[in-house]
């Protein structure tokens, strides 16, 4: 197997040099292709301690930036307490699951962000149903009155995902949305209020009008986002429903009330969102690489630290403003604002969609000890394991204080700050967040918050320089700018990203269709002359409709009103 899975890296290599970026198997817990030898002398992640060491190979559909083969100090921890290693292969685009499924090889541990349908279809992953009551304490302990929700359909009751992404009880403590300013254009310009999409360009507008270069003579950008691939969607057109008092729910609006679907982009309000772009365009705001240049040429520009105002949610780049910090260009580094189209519209970033399930860690057909592999998963659930994830090791990066409570060292904390990637690459903190894990906010039995963020650690993580920003706005943290979460009900659906639709519905079909068409027509919408907006616009929603958007829309109502039904929920 290992073979196939190093073949599988090969081919995954071949297909995307260009492009480098970011089911049922019978419902039985011995469905196992592979030769199923699960250890017997393994009673729980307690007793991984003394178990002999195996290798499990992992792929995630998602980089794990600066890793570091689980030689990093809470990597080699993790290791010595359950004799596991991960040997682990990064997707490098969107077809390496597809060439996995073609291969009919897989690898132990999967990660697949939203194409785990993709493999149930394929009958790639075991039902971890049976192996949680017998394996995993842990995780029912952390999933607890939630379990029900990781069922994978009202008519296959198996859990096929154990979901990491969405943390259990999660509170915001912080956002960083997604419109960000240089905090040197802001003091240069007074700093002034930033709410709408026309305060956020005066800002940027004013300060290039004085400092069209930097002091080491770069020409300056404006407003730069990155369109590259799937990106698009982050940068590009997700901003066109938060501007415009709509949540997260990927690429359709659901009226909370009727959960009618609308394929967001046909929201009129959201056309005078593109009318925007086209508009900055037009006045040589917008970077002019913006829709050609590729990820690495982006964060490149951005670390020079010239470009004034970004559009993209924050890791997007924090690799670039992580090279800002540690050169200690902390005025090049940016602040964050909750941006609308207008006044009359509520930015619903932090309303809840409660705990979804969804996106997380299955185990494939081809794992050679699912037992093995379920007690490694429940161990990072467990406090032990997610307080070594989370924090580090005790002694080198966190102490407890004379009051019991667990505190960062301040020269760690210090690295921190000044140079995360170092900081992340040596300790391999927050690597290991692929299990059931809580959210912020939430208390272990000492106490302590299982993770690092809360409200005054959040203050003691800022910059002198964001602190300044931020008094300036009158508030402590960002998040506070923002409408908060109480000023929404909790979303009944979750979030329709997250909704397993099957991979060759027909939904599944028009979805991509209007995707092709969307990310062809919007850059040419944004980069026409404004006199053209309009009739482009026209002719885009037009397309959208010869091409069935409408029946797309008629089709994923379905699978959101079951969602709602499967959690419990009326549905008219």
Not at 84 to 100: G, H, R, S
Not at 448 to 471: D, F, G, H, M
């Amino acid at each position: 197997m290992k073979k196939s899975f190093r073949l599988l890296t090969i081919l995954m290599i071949v297909a995307s040099l260009v492009t480098l970026a970011a089911c049922s198997n019978g419902g039985n817990a011995n469905g196992n292709k592979a030769n199923n030898n699960q250890s017997q002398d393994n009673t729980g992640s307690q007793g991984q301690q003394e178990a002999k060491p195996i290798t499990f190979t992992w792929f995630s559909a998602d980089p794990v930036s600066n890793w570091n083969n689980m030689q990093d100090k809470v990597g080699q921890e993790i290791t010595k307490r359950t004799g596991v290693t991960l040997e682990a292969q990064f997707a490098l685009d969107t077809n390496a699951i597809p060439l996995m499924i073609a291969s009919g090889d897989y690898p132990d541990l999967i990660s697949p962000k939203g194409d785990a349908a993709q493999l149930v279809d394929a009958g790639a992953l075991i039902d971890l149903r049976p192996y949680l009551e017998e394996y995993g304490p842990n995780l029912l302990k952390v999933y607890g009155p939630y379990l029900d929700r990781l069922s994978w359909s009202a008519e296959d009751d198996s859990i096929y995902i154990l979901p990491s992404l969405n943390a259990v009880d999660h509170q915001y403590m912080d956002i960083a949305g997604a419109f960000h300013i240089q905090h040197e254009a802001l003091k240069a310009t007074g700093y002034p209020e930033i709410k709408t999409v026309k305060d956020y360009e005066n800002a940027i507008k004013s300060f290039l009008d004085k400092n069209p270069t930097t002091p080491d003579g770069q020409k300056r950008v404006g407003i730069t986002f990155l369109a590259d691939g799937w990106r698009i969607m982050i940068g590009v057109t997700n901003p066109a429903f938060l501007t415009t008092g709509a949540p997260d729910d990927g690429e359709v609006y659901i009226d909370p009330e009727t959960y009618e679907v609308t394929y967001h982009y046909r929201r009129p309000e959201e056309k005078e969102y593109f009318r925007w772009l086209n508009h900055i365009n037009s006045i040589g705001l917008l970077d002019p690489e913006a829709f050609t240049q590729k990820e690495d040429q982006y964060k490149a520009k951005i670390a020079t630290g010239r470009v004034v105002g970004v559009i993209d949610q924050d890791w997007g780049f924090q690799d670039a403003v992580n090279s800002l910090r540690a050169e200690g260009k902390f005025e090049q580094t940016y602040a964050h604002f909750p941006v609308t189209l207008n006044e009359n519209f509520k930015d619903h970033q932090l309303q809840s969609s409660g705990f979804m399930g969804g996106w997380g860690t299955g185990i494939s057909v081809d794992n050679p000890d699912p037992v093995r592999a379920i007690q490694f998963l429940d161990f990072l659930a467990s406090d032990e394991g997610q307080i070594l994830n989370n924090w580090g090791i005790e002694g080198e990066h966190y102490y407890y204080d004379d009051q019991g409570v667990r505190r960062i060292f301040p020269e760690v904390q210090e690295l921190k700050n000044n140079d995360p990637a170092t900081f992340a690459k040596e300790s391999g903190v927050g690597f290991y967040g692929i299990s059931a894990r809580y959210g912020d906010g939430v208390k272990d039995s000492t106490g302590n918050y299982y993770t690092t963020k809360w409200p005054e650690q959040v203050i003691e993580n800022y910059s002198a320089v964001e602190k300044e920003t931020l008094a300036q706005y009158g508030v402590n943290r960002w998040i506070e700018l923002w409408p908060q979460p109480e000023e929404f009900p909790v979303k009944a659906w979750g979030a329709a990203w997250d909704l397993p639709v099957p991979s060759d519905s027909e939904y599944a079909i028009l979805a991509k269709r209007m995707e092709e068409i969307t990310f062809q027509r919007i850059p040419q919408i944004i980069l026409a002359d404004p006199s053209e907006f309009d009739s482009l616009w026209d002719a885009y929603m037009q397309e959208l409709i010869d091409n069935g958007v409408e029946k797309m829309e008629d089709e994923f109502e379905v699978y959101v009103k079951d969602r709602v039904k499967l959690w419990g929920g009326k549905v008219d």
